[in-house]
Every structure is written in structure tokens, then in C-alpha cells.
T-cell receptor
Framework: EAQVTQNPRYLITVTGKKLTVTCSQNMNHEYMSWYRQDPGLGLRQIYYSMNVEVTDKGDVPEGYKVSRKEKRNFPLILESPSPNQTSLYFC?????????????FGEGSRLTVL | GEDVEQSLFLSVREGDSSVINCTYTDSSSTYLYWYKQEPGAGLQLLTYIFSNMDMKQDQRLTVLLNKKDKHLSLRIADTQTGDSAIYFCAESNAGNMLTFGGGTRLMVKP
């Protein structure tokens, strides 16, 4: 089944404790992206990747890192989480630039930073 | 930068039509999208419209685009309780780079 898989789905952590949210897609998509969803603000893009070893900042990259060493994986790293990073995070993927831009989303990872 | 605006909330009775509205600012938008988010799930593409189209119909869904006013709407005919969800409008002018609105929560009352 074609899907985008995120882990963990739920996490409660404390300020400053490094964490990684993994994202994996099995559709051989070139494009992958991370969003955070906050009430009333919709989805805001954190980082995106056009292909392996190609990543770029989105609208709200501060406090986050990403890597794209393999096509299928695009982990989101919070080196020193802070309470303002409490949010619902979505990973998404897409075949590439020559398409309608339809994004395929994971089910989300709800992160709470105390 | 680009901006996409939606009202936060819409309530309708089962069987009525729902109309969710969206405005955007980027005049070079190529595609405009409607995504649906059910509780506890990620977003799923409902439908999209290319910017040179005025209307697109897909079963119970009708998308209207007024490019002059930069206004997009989604009409759901014969709304059912299963249509209760958050609906996101989005636009792009460069393939995968989508800008999303804040989402409209649709509540369908029996």
C-alpha cells in the first residue's frame, strides 16, 4: 500500500531533550516536506527536499534540522526542543516538480514539549 | 509573501449544501486545491483546479474559481455527516510549493 509513515505518532518530552521524528515513503517520490499545524494557522512549511541531499528551508525552519540521505526517508530533528515547538507535525511527499503538486500526507505526529 | 484566507467554521444540516470559501493573494497561482482532514488523520486531496478553469465538478463537489477576485469556493451537495472535517484551501505556482489556508471546520448536524 502506498503510504507515508511517521513515527512516533505521539510524544511528550521535556525542554532541551533532542528528538527525531522519522518519515518514510514507499512511492519513490522525489519531493518530501515537513509541516506543522497549529490552530487557526493552517499548515506552515518547516523544511522541504527536492531530492536526495537537496534540502531547503520553508517558512518556519528555526529550531529544526532535516536530512535526506536516502530517497525514502526524511527525518525531522529537534536538537533542543522548546515549548513553542509543541504542535502537530505532518510529513508529505510528492512525485516531483512535473505534476499537479498533489501532496501525500502521513497521519501526523503530535509533539508536546514541557 | 503569498496568503490564503478561509473562514474558521461552518455548520450545516445534513442534506443541505455546504459552501466553503477561500481567498488568495498570489496572482500567479497555477493550481488551487481543496484538501480534507478527518479527525486524527493527515490531509487528503479532494480536488484541484487549474488556474485557467472557472469550474470543476466531481460528483457532489463543485469548485468555482474567480481568478479576477482571487476567490475559490468548494460546494458540497447533499452534505452528509461523513463530510464533517477540516477543509484546507491551498495554492501553488511552482509544483510542490503549496501555501495553505488556516482551514475551515465543517460541522454537519443530523
Amino acid at each position: 500500500e502506498a503510504q507515508v509513515t511517521q513515527n512516533p505518532r505521539y510524544l511528550i518530552t521535556v525542554t532541551g531533550k533532542k528528538l527525531t521524528v522519522t518519515c518514510s515513503q514507499n512511492m519513490n517520490h522525489e519531493y518530501m516536506s515537513w509541516y506543522r499545524q497549529d490552530p487557526g494557522l493552517g499548515l506552515r512549511q518547516i523544511y522541504y527536499s527536492m531530492n536526495v541531499e537537496v534540502t531547503d528551508k520553508g517558512d518556519v525552519p528555526e529550531g529544526y534540522k532535516v536530512s535526506r540521505k536516502e530517497k525514502r526517508n526524511f527525518p525531522l530533528i529537534l536538537e533542543s526542543p522548546s515549548p513553542n515547538q509543541t504542535s502537530l507535525y505532518f510529513c508529505a511527499s510528492s512525485p516531483g516538480t512535473r505534476n499537479t503538486g498533489e501532496l501525500f500526507f502521513g497521519e501526523g505526529s503530535r509533539l508536546t514539549v514541557l | 509573501g503569498e496568503d490564503v484566507e478561509q473562514s474558521l467554521f461552518l455548520s450545516v444540516r445534513e442534506g443541505d449544501s455546504s459552501v466553503i470559501n477561500c481567498t488568495y493573494t498570489d496572482s500567479s497561482s497555477t493550481y488551487l486545491y481543496w484538501y480534507k482532514q478527518e479527525p486524527g488523520a493527515g490531509l487528503q486531496l479532494l480536488t484541484y483546479i487549474f488556474s485557467n478553469m472557472d469550474m470543476k465538478q466531481d460528483q457532489r463537489l463543485t469548485v468555482l474559481l474567480n481568478k479576477k477576485d482571487k476567490h475559490l469556493s468548494l460546494r458540497i451537495a447533499d452534505t452528509q455527516t461523513g463530510d464533517s472535517a477540516i477543509y484546507f484551501c491551498a495554492e501553488s505556482n511552482a509544483g510542490n510549493m503549496l501555501t495553505f489556508g488556516g482551514g475551515t471546520r465543517l460541522m454537519v448536524k443530523p
